[in-house]
């Protein structure tokens, strides 16, 4: 058996008549449009923001295609990946019927996304290594398995999945294999987005949250084959990108070279701050992260989260996380911001012999 779109989409999805916009139906240029009903005089605003944005989002896969190397007809954008994660099973899994496999411990969004679409969830547990384990992996495989979800650089460990792995699953599963990629930008490993030619179930997301620093306009992408991306834009809101995101993400598109500058900081900044608490007494162990956080295994876990809120420092406890017992994930901040940090765990060893 083989990849075969037709056997993975929903059939009311196939069957759909996606929403023609007023934008779809005439592209062109003209004098006067009177066909979408905005507001012609304006807006409180001083730039209007009065039209209706690219529902295609033209430009920004125009630059995306050039700096990716893959065709504009082959990504899709979302109001973030959680909207990429959302559209791929709406797309994809029939509720009730089909069910996704996920490899915690990992991103939260993809249970959720699967709970609020009524999609079984099947659980296989990276292995101690936070690796795949592609036994068990194999063995929940069944022929209602649409999507399998691979997080890689993973959040909350932080480490990449091998490569060969993620190779392995590409190639023996008929279904669909998304690669999330939010943190590819800190990592060694290079990204799968090359090989979309090679994988016809293969979904690459990325997302402008991370490396562009840009959580706060929502813009996550999605790369894929041409049948793939076809159904999500069927699916999609017709404006799931608002004018203001769109605009403001070209700009940064520009920077690149600022971005990739901010990569390496942080990135140096890591390495510095994984040294400072590998040598902190009760820590048991600071996990490789190729992102731009760190997963510490320390004792009391529990304790210093609260003691750090009290200073107003806030982390992510994820001690209650399969196997990342007594473990606190850390953000890479500013200089100033992990200095601050580690100068309240000093605070609580002093209070804490
Ligand atoms: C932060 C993060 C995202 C980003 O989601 P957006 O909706 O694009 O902000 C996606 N996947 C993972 C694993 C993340 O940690």
Request: aromatic fraction near 10%; proline fraction near 5%.
């Amino acid at each position: 058996m083989s990849f075969d779109i037709n056997q993975l989409v929903r059939p009311n999805i196939a069957a759909l008549v996606p929403y023609s916009s007023a934008r779809d139906e005439f592209s062109g240029e003209a004098k006067v449009f009177l066909d979408a009903n905005e507001n012609s005089l304006g807006s409180p605003l001083k730039k209007w923001y009065n039209r209706y944005p690219d529902p295609h989002q033209l430009a920004i896969k125009e630059k995306l295609s050039f700096i990716k190397g893959v065709g504009v007809e082959h990504i899709f954008l979302g109001n973030g990946s959680d909207e990429c994660i959302d559209v791929l099973f709406r797309c994809f899994c029939e509720p009730g019927k089909d069910n996704v496999i996920i490899c915690p411990p990992t991103y939260g969004m993809y249970e959720v996304s699967a709970n609020i679409n009524n999609i079984a969830l099947k659980k296989v547990p990276l292995l101690d290594n936070f690796q795949l384990d592609l036994i068990h992996l194999e063995d929940q495989i069944d022929a209602n398995t649409k999507i399998i979800w691979i997080c890689s650089p993973n959040n909350p460990t932080g480490n990449s999945i091998n490569r060969i792995d993620i190779e392995t699953v590409l190639n023996n599963f008929t279904g669909i294999v998304v690669i999330d990629e939010a943190y590819i930008n800190f990592a060694q490993q290079k990204s799968f987005v090359q090989e979309l030619a090679d994988y016809p179930n293969l979904v690459v997301m990325q997302t402008f949250s991370k490396a562009w620093g840009l959580a706060g306009l929502r813009l996550g992408m999605a790369f894929a084959s041409l049948s793939i991306i076809e159904i999500m834009n069927k699916v999609k809101p017709p404006y799931n990108v608002n004018q203001a995101t769109q605009e403001l993400v070209l700009t940064a598109l520009e920077e690149i070279g600022q971005v990739n500058d901010m990569i390496k900081l942080l990135v140096d900044m890591r390495i510095a701050l994984a040294d400072v608490f590998l040598s902190m007494p009760t820590v048991e162990k600071v996990y490789p992260s190729d992102a731009n956080f760190i997963l510490v295994k320390i004792k009391e876990a529990k304790k210093i989260y609260e003691f750090l809120l009290t200073k107003g420092i806030v982390l992510r406890d994820r001690s209650n996380v399969q196997l990342c017992s007594d473990c606190l994930r850390i953000t890479i901040g500013t200089e100033q911001e992990n200095t601050f940090l580690v100068d309240a765990m000093q605070d609580w060893y002093q209070l804490n012999p």
